[in-house]
């Protein structure tokens, strides 16, 4: 009896040891071959930050397409792995479909998807959101981002490679305590509040935004050069008056001291507006005097126009019925459709940007390491300014001889070691703040400076990802909000866009035709088999018995 105790005190103390140690000294396997659930130290970082309960509800649930069960499964893999890294983060999936006028309302917006299944074709709706809470504020999530794609098995690639961009960097922002700082310089004719509500809105979510006016720099120079060091960035959209001395060299010291830059320049004069309203304008030189300052970090705005046959369209009264004008969406060549980069992190994967009037971009060689952003397509051609533009020109069939120019350059990203164009030159005034260079700097140089400006209905602004008029969807929102996420990005986040993994997808042609073949396989089979050796079972049993 005594021994039957000691062995089950034994078992007892070595099944508490053997659970203390399961408890204590708890580890997570990656056996992927692509180690799509290893978080990166970028986000390990950011996880690291959490102190206070963080609640992910996803609203991935429910009867949807079976490809994106597949998401479902890879985002709930993705946040166990969040929730493994740190005990404060909280997962909820839940089913949309009894609030989904409240979720639209907040903003989450649901994706009708074409289904196929047993070979016929079907339409579903589903909610690709996700929100983080903790006390202070709430931030959605994408599941489901805009892309170019050629398929929707492409479509769910790029959703779950963006799995951990997307959640990094919501759940940063939520948990930043100390927000960066955005200067929107006001005082050379840029484009109103009112034309860049939607661009500026989703930034200010983020950041600190305060506009700046430059020209106070008339006044008190050195204040104003002062104040405006104080900011990490500065955002320079379309502006249309002439840049005084004191100015550039205000802009060329803020650079020299670190400071981010976010230029969206026109060098020629063209309202599409004007162009509406009288059918004909006359497209000139800007003169913004601030070629010299580009032209030390490496860049040149030229002052052509460039004509695109990948190009957006315009809608135009083309005819009256009944006394009601009739539109038609028709391409409009002065305004290219433009592909990103896509082997960088603020251009891959987006749909293509909409510029209007854009210039070309020339580099030069220097020291700065240049990469491309935003290129035409090859088929283009360069128009001399000054030069009368005519809405009529729409109707004339292009020639492909004619647009010939190639790939022309609309936007630069420019890093690297910023001398400033003062450097052995008169300043235009004293200041203590004066600096050489700058080390280990970063700008961003758009040749288009509508490229954020949003468009107005009935008084109010329109979302910049769309057309008012064709309806039509681009990538300007997403170009833009990537390129001050890159500028500003220190903890390298914005490099999670690049990541790359292989999703397997099923053949649903070949899957449709052989699914007889594979039922039987999977349910037949096995009927069969069973089925035999019971028959061979009992005849070797019989026949070793009935001797």
């Known amino acids: 009896m005594n021994k039957n105790i000691k062995n089950i005190t034994i078992v007892a103390v070595v099944l508490i040891a053997i659970n203390y ?7 997570r396997f990656d056996l992927t071959k692509d180690k799509r659930y290893t978080l990166s130290e970028t986000t390990k970082s950011i996880l690291s930050n959490i102190d206070e309960p963080l609640f992910i509800t996803v609203y991935l649930e429910g009867d949807f397409p079976s490809e994106f069960k597949r998401l479902q499964v890879e985002t709930r893999q993705y946040l166990e792995e969040l ?13 949309p479909d009894d609030q989904r006028e409240e979720l639209i309302k ?9 289904v196929e299944e047993d070979g016929k074709m079907s339409e579903a709706i589903i909610f690709p959101w996700a929100e983080i809470t903790n006390t202070k504020q709430t931030k959605t999530v994408s599941l489901l981002p805009t892309a170019i794609v050629a398929s929707q098995e492409d479509q769910l690639q790029v959703a779950i490679e963006n799995l951990e961009y997307s959640f990094s960097n919501a759940i940063n922002a939520i948990t930043t305590k100390d927000q960066k ?39 008190n120079p050195q204040k104003t050069l002062q104040e405006l060091n104080s900011f990490d960035m500065a955002i320079i959209a379309k502006p249309t008056q002439k840049f005084t001395a004191e100015e550039k060299f205000t802009l060329d010291q803020f ?43 490496g860049v040149r705005i030229n002052t052509t126009l460039i004509k695109d046959l990948y190009s957006a369209k315009i809608a135009l009264a083309t005819g009256v019925v009944g006394n009601q004008p009739q539109f038609q969406n028709l391409d409009w060549f002065y ?20 510029l209007q009037f854009a210039n070309q971009i020339d580099t030069l060689r220097n020291n700065i390491k240049k990469t491309p952003l935003l290129m035409s ?49 008169v300043k235009p005034f004293e200041t203590s703040l004066y600096k050489e260079n700058a080390i280990n700097n970063k700008m961003i140089i758009v040749s288009d400076g509508d490229v954020a400006k949003n468009q107005i209905l009935k008084g109010n602004p329109t979302d910049l990802q769309r057309d008012k008029w064709t309806n039509e969807e681009f990538g300007n929102k997403d170009f833009l909000l990537n390129a001050v996420d890159y500028l500003l990005d220190d903890s390298g986040l914005i490099n999670l866009r690049n990541k790359t993994l292989k999703i397997s997808i099923l053949d649903k042609q070949k899957a449709y035709k052989e699914r007889t073949f594979w039922q039987f396989i999977n349910v037949g089979l096995p009927l069969v088999l069973l089925f035999s050796f019971g028959l061979i079972f009992n005849y070797v049993r019989k026949k070793k018995y009935s001797k």
Request: zero cysteines; hydrophobic letters at 40%.
């Open 83 to 95: 929730a493994a890294k740190n005990s404060f983060i909280k997962i909820h999936f839940e089913n």
């Open 21 to 27: 140690f399961n408890q204590s000294i708890y580890q």
């Open 335 to 354: 305004h290219p459709l433009v592909n990103g980069n896509p082997y960088h992190p603020i251009t891959k994967n987006i749909i293509p940007v909409r």
């Open 181 to 219: 700082t955005i200067a929107f310089l006001h005082g050379n004719g840029e484009l109103a509040d009112i034309y860049l509500i939607s661009f500026l809105s989703k930034v200010a979510q983020k950041y600190k935004l305060a506009k700046f006016t430059l020209d106070s720099v008339a006044k």
């Open 106 to 114: 907040r903003g989450m917006m649901p994706s009708q998807l074409t």
């Open 255 to 297: 650079i020299a001291n670190g400071g981010k830059t976010l230029w969206m320049l026109d060098n020629v004069q063209a309202d599409q507006d004007s162009l509406l309203t009288s059918g004909r304008m006359l497209a000139y030189p800007r003169d913004l005097d601030v070629t010299d300052l580009l032209f030390s970090y």
């Open 377 to 425: 397509s090859p088929l283009t051609q360069k128009v001399g300014t000054p030069a009368i533009i005519e809405l009529q020109s729409i109707a004339d069939e292009p020639e492909e001889k004619e647009y010939a120019s190639g790939n022309q350059l609309f936007s630069v990203l420019l890093e690297g070691d910023f001398n400033s164009a003062y450097k052995n030159r």
